[in-house]
């Protein structure tokens, strides 16, 4: 594989101004799986800025993101400056292993264990794991949205413990459909839980994510990541937006709310599901790339795959104005 750099990846707003034109303020992002809705900032005092982040930062960071997502108190925690910080030092639990993938997926994790691991194997059902020590998979999945049953997961992770493996299990699309987590299983051997903040919260500029297992393999990845890794700023908010209930409680209805909303859009126009996450929506179109250059045209900034050519992935739309501009774009592209 190439660069890093040659992985595509959603929120390149940059890139479509300059080949589409317009400015910034023009776009509709609908190019990743971020609540178009961001949480509200706490106050930040100024020593948060000006003094490294200490140890009690963390530990209420911490702490509140062991509340928030219900992880028991046999699992040890990390936080890290997004979870892609983490993905990049996956292989270092693992020396030398490889990793079996399932696809499609996000690209990085397939990446960094060719790269820096012991290389990768793509595969599509638990079915095929063979002999690999890691086991990687996003639950519920991204682009195509497929879940794994817990119980299913579990009994991987067990079988992956008896020969020293691991299974790491993303949940960075889970906080609306919480029944599908292993997060109370995190802390047994054989089993490493990812959590993404900025997605759920619409803050992914600050940069948080977690990651929650076995205290042998948190305290490899704490080594690795080394000392200061997160900000201040970023745990100071983490905290605060993950203490707060009744700030979940309305961030969630606002994600259902907004989905179903966008739902009814591809309905009107007879267009098929094939994922639905409450962050981002999966349609099949016949011609996904000519559709994706109609967006474009308006504006709009969605995510097309190279080896799945019927396949469009469009985010969340923040209200109705947004809705209105991508139904009139969307029966344009469709020639509808």
């Not at 911490?62 to 983490?86: C, D, E, N, T």
């Not at 990793?99 to 690209?107: D, E, K, L, R, V």
């Not at 097309?304 to 501009?325: H, T």
Request: aromatic share 6%.
């Amino acid at each position: 594989m190439g660069d890093t750099n040659t992985i595509a990846h959603g929120g390149a707003l940059d890139a479509a101004v300059k080949k589409y034109g317009g400015s910034k303020a023009d776009w509709i992002d609908l190019s990743t799986g971020i609540n178009p809705v961001p949480a509200p900032l706490p106050k930040l005092g100024s020593s948060v800025w000006q003094a490294l982040p200490d140890a009690d930062l963390m530990e209420n960071c911490l702490a509140a993101a062991r509340k928030s997502y219900y992880f028991p108190q046999s699992a040890a925690l990390i936080a890290a400056p997004g979870v892609q910080a983490i993905i990049q030092l996956l292989p270092n639990l693992r020396p030398g292993k490889k990793a079996a993938i399932f696809s499609p997926t996000y690209g990085e994790y397939a990446h960094v264990f060719q790269t820096l691991g012991g290389g990768n194997r793509i595969i599509n059902s638990i079915n095929d794991v063979q002999d690999e020590t890691v086991v990687i998979l996003v639950n519920p999945n991204n682009p195509d949205g497929k879940i794994v049953p817990p119980d299913v997961l579990i009994n991987l992770a067990n079988s992956l413990a008896d020969k020293g493996g691991l299974l790491i299990v993303d949940e960075a699309f889970c906080d609306l459909t919480p029944e599908v987590s292993v997060k109370s299983y995190a802390g047994m051997r054989g089993l490493l839980v990812l959590k993404s903040f900025g997605k759920f919260f619409g803050l992914a500029g600050v940069r948080l994510g977690f990651a929650a297992g076995h205290a042998d393999d948190i305290a490899i990845l704490n080594r690795h990541l080394g000392p200061w890794a997160v900000s201040g700023p970023a745990l100071t908010i983490g905290a605060a937006c993950l203490r707060d209930r009744e700030m979940h409680v309305k961030t969630a209805l606002s994600i259902r709310t907004n989905s179903t909303a966008q739902r009814a859009v591809f309905e009107q126009l007879g267009l098929t599901l094939i994922a639905d996450t409450g962050l981002f929506h999966l349609i099949n179109c016949p011609d996904a790339s000519a559709v994706y250059e109609a967006l474009a045209h308006h504006r709009i900034l969605t995510r097309i795959f190279a080896d799945r050519p019927n396949w469009l992935r469009l985010g969340l739309c923040k209200n109705d104005v947004e809705r209105a501009r991508l139904a009139s774009a969307l029966s344009a592209g469709l020639g509808t």
